[in-house]
């Protein structure tokens, strides 16, 4: 059983938490030129036959593997005596601040976080006590916010199960499927839906609104990873 990261937006964070989204889709790259096969060696890796002789290895691994959720995040409070920072997380329009203290084993990246945080605090006018402490009110600090591309594993605060993966075009994916990716429906507010009739659609413009300037978008109907998972 392994661990690997996995990015977010702050909109799926929000539904993954929520208990909406339980799968993702990621572009298979390079997009396979024959219809892709996908089977297990006897380690129980998925793998997928892109090519005759081209074999592409499943970049979230197999059944059972983990996955920790990286999103956008800021260092919310730091003690620099005990080597340990307390982070924020933007969710969505929101900031969700974390009241336990991580510890930060990696020297280095603490000293980092720490000077960069005290120069965004100064930048922010705000200045230290007497005994060189900063105060602000929780979810209110000053630090800069940090890409989720950056998110060490120690500050993420989102773990994950692979429960199945395949491949399948973007296309193929079910009314349900696209309600299960997250997205709400646009009466959700209001009543229920007795159908799935505007997740698909739902769907297809928030993959756009990610793929589409990569040349991935919902009409190129590229080859994808299907991963489902369920929340730890």
């Known amino acids: 059983m392994k661990e690997r990261p996995i990015i977010f937006n702050s909109e799926m964070v929000r539904a993954i938490l929520e208990g909406r989204k339980m799968q993702t889709r990621r572009v298979i790259n390079p997009q396979p030129t024959i219809k892709p096969r996908i089977f297990k060696n006897e380690d129980g890796?998925?793998?997928?036959?892109?090519d005759k002789c081209l074999f592409q290895k499943s970049p979230f691994g197999t059944?059972?593997?983990?996955?920790?959720?990286?999103?956008?995040?800021?260092?919310?409070?730091?003690?620099?005596?005990?080597?340990?920072?307390?982070?924020?997380?933007?969710?969505?329009?929101?900031?969700?601040?974390?009241?336990?203290?991580?510890?930060?084993?990696?020297?280095?990246?603490?000293?980092?976080?720490?000077?960069?945080?005290?120069?965004?605090?100064?930048?922010?006018g705000i200045k230290s006590d007497k005994q060189g402490q900063y105060h602000w009110k929780v979810g209110e600090a000053p630090t800069r916010w940090r890409s989720s591309i950056h998110m060490p594993r120690w500050a993420s605060?989102?773990?994950?199960?692979?429960?199945?993966?395949?491949?399948?075009?973007?296309?193929?994916?079910?009314?349900?499927?696209?309600?299960?990716?997250?997205?709400?429906?646009?009466?959700?507010?209001?009543?229920?839906?007795?159908?799935?009739s505007d997740y698909k659609h739902k769907f297809k413009l928030l993959w756009d609104s990610i793929n589409a300037k990569r040349g991935y978008g919902w009409d190129a109907n590229p080859w994808v990873w299907v991963i489902e998972f369920k929340k730890l």
């Open 45 to 50: 890796v998925f793998w997928s036959l892109i």
């Open 157 to 196: 605060r989102i773990g994950l199960e692979n429960i199945d993966i395949r491949v399948e075009r973007l296309k193929d994916i079910t009314e349900e499927d696209a309600r299960d990716e997250g997205v709400e429906h646009p009466d959700i507010a209001t009543s229920p839906p007795s159908t799935y």
């Open 63 to 124: 059944i059972g593997d983990k996955l920790w959720v990286r999103e956008t995040w800021r260092v919310g409070a730091w003690d620099e005596n005990k080597g340990t920072i307390a982070i924020d997380y933007k969710d969505n329009d929101n900031v969700f601040a974390r009241r336990e203290w991580l510890e930060v084993e990696d020297d280095e990246m603490f000293n980092k976080l720490w000077i960069q945080s005290t120069i965004d605090a100064h930048k922010a």
